[in-house]
């Protein structure tokens, strides 16, 4: 299932214009520290611009710079990769490695990547060719429903009376000869569509019932659940089934604000071609396309053992070609893989990368190490990113009017608890942040709107009660933080 967060980049700023530097910057908003991390990534993408300007005989040539990212848990690998989707403006996947499984096993064979990376680009790209006919096809629905409500009814023979503001009731298409009349009648007409037009967009008539003629639309319920989720791929069902499953329409009476919402879709669908759609999305996968490959460590290996290690090498064979350059059918076509980045991640305390086999090693000519973090980072952490911790507990509690302060001590508290934890128990890097506040606000958090007074002041002094003990009891630490 892909959750999508809010957007909140700067939309003023394209990718395409976006040095380095300010990739950079744009990840700091979210992301504390990790500059080698940062750095790489951004260099990646700045060179995809690059190579988009080059004449295409060279550019055929310049192979992205795919690159391993090697961090423990919990530091901000997949952080990082999360937010340069945001900002990137390319497709963009991400899969864990130890998802797949080799050819003839049960389970998700590693070419799906790309056909799934296909399908986000052409969700990517039909929402932009809607974005871009929005205008046109409201104008059209707006004539339609201004037809339905106030027919132009020039031969029939039933006058119709309409008064949208209640006062003059105008008998049209009565059959007159006199031309004079005609046109005095015409002029009414539109004078009365017009009024009616802004009332429409006012708003004013949303609730007014009229009759469609729609399309019967009875998909049949497939449900294709990939890592992907069923929402993308049933777009698309819909798109390829659809013609399957109309011609036959029906009658039906509905409000116009909902006629609007219809017909807006059949209009979407109509202004917008498909297969240029298609074949726009596919250049785009193959030029711009990023997928991250996370966990790559747990498929590194090469013992020829037994149970899942035999197919890890596998697995890594299958990855090859896909990343060295390869042609992968999807549904909309082809799709080379020569210019998609890969950027891929692991903790590898295990194994390490010399594990992977040689071939691979070489695809992925560039490695970023990313620092284990420190109670100094613990403590940007919780209150720097736009969406930083400490900020949304204060988010969720405001939304029942209980404000809570934290001083600077109580900060500095939070974060050594962290680290000492880290350090006595498990190393999760940040997320032992999420734990700890989730104790220490327990008690706040339960007892939620009953709370007196509605300002609660988090210091020094209520983390240590909240905390000390567990923090100090090992074996209950292990358990609670
Ligand atoms: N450097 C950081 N700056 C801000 N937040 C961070 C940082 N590192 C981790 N976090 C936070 O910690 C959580 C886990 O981080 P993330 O998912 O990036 O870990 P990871 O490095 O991918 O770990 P894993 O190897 O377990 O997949 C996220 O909620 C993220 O917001
Ligand atoms: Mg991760």
């Known amino acids: ?108 064979d590693v070419e799906s990547m790309i056909r799934d990376l296909t399908e986000i680009s052409v969700d990517m790209t039909r929402q932009e060719k809607i974005d871009e006919i929005a205008e046109k096809a409201e104008l059209n629905v707006e004539e339609m429903i201004l037809d339905i409500l106030l027919p132009p009814a020039r031969s029939s023979s039933n006058s119709y009376d309409f008064s949208p503001s209640g006062e003059e009731a105008v008998p049209f298409g009565s059959a007159d000869s006199n031309p004079e009349s005609n046109k005095a009648q015409s002029e009414q007409f539109q004078r009365t569509r017009e009024k009616l037009r802004q009332q429409l967009r006012d708003g004013k008539l949303d609730s007014r019932l009229v009759e469609l003629e729609i399309r019967e639309k009875n998909y049949p319920v497939i449900e294709l659940a990939g890592p992907q989720g069923v929402e993308e791929m049933g777009i698309n069902m819909k798109d390829m089934l659809g013609n399957l499953f109309q011609g036959r329409t029906k009658r039906r009476k509905m409000q116009v604000d909902e006629a609007i919402e219809y017909l807006m879709q059949e209009e979407e669908e109509r202004l917008i071609d498909m297969d240029q759609v298609a074949r726009a999305a596919i250049e785009r996968v193959e030029s711009s396309g990023i997928i991250f490959l996370d966990e790559i460590d747990k498929i590194a290996g090469r013992e020829s053992g037994h149970g899942p290690d035999v197919s890890r090498e596998g697995v890594q064979r299958d990855i ?29 305390h295990v194994s390490k990368p010399s594990d992977l086999i040689p071939e691979l090693q070489g695809r992925f000519p560039i490695r970023v190490e990313l620092e284990s973090l420190t109670v ?106």
């Open 1 to 108: 299932m892909v959750i999508y967060l809010e957007g909140e980049i700067d939309e003023a700023i394209q990718l395409d214009d976006m040095t380095p530097r300010q990739i950079v910057a744009e990840l700091d908003k979210h992301v504390v520290g990790q500059r080698s991390a940062k750095r790489a990534v951004a260099v990646a993408l700045r060179n995809r611009i690059r190579r988009q300007k080059l004449d295409p005989e060279m550019a055929v040539d310049v192979m992205p710079k795919n690159m391993i990212m090697i961090g423990s848990t919990g530091v901000g690998k997949t952080e990082i990769a999360r937010r340069l989707a945001r900002i990137s403006n390319s497709p963009f996947l991400k899969v864990e490695a130890s998802k797949f499984t080799e050819v003839g096993y049960v389970g998700r």
């Open 320 to 348: 090859l070609p896909i990343v060295e350059g390869t042609t992968v059918n999807s549904r909309y076509g082809m799709v080379r893989t020569d210019h998609i980045l890969f950027i891929a991640a692991g903790a590898f």
């Open 376 to 481: 100094e980072d613990f403590k940007r952490i919780l209150t720097e990113p736009k969406n930083a911790l400490i900020k949304q507990y204060r988010a969720m509690m405001a939304t029942e009017d209980v404000i809570i302060d934290f001083t600077d001590d109580a900060i500095n508290s939070i974060a050594n608890y962290a680290a000492q934890v880290n350090e006595h128990t498990e190393n999760i890097g940040a997320r032992r942040l999420q734990t700890i506040m989730e104790k220490l606000l327990e008690e706040i958090s339960f007892e939620g709107p009953d709370l007196e007074p509605k300002t609660q002041l988090i210091d020094a002094a209520y983390v240590e009660s909240m905390l000390s003990e567990t923090v100090k009891d090992q074996d209950l630490s292990r358990y609670i933080l």
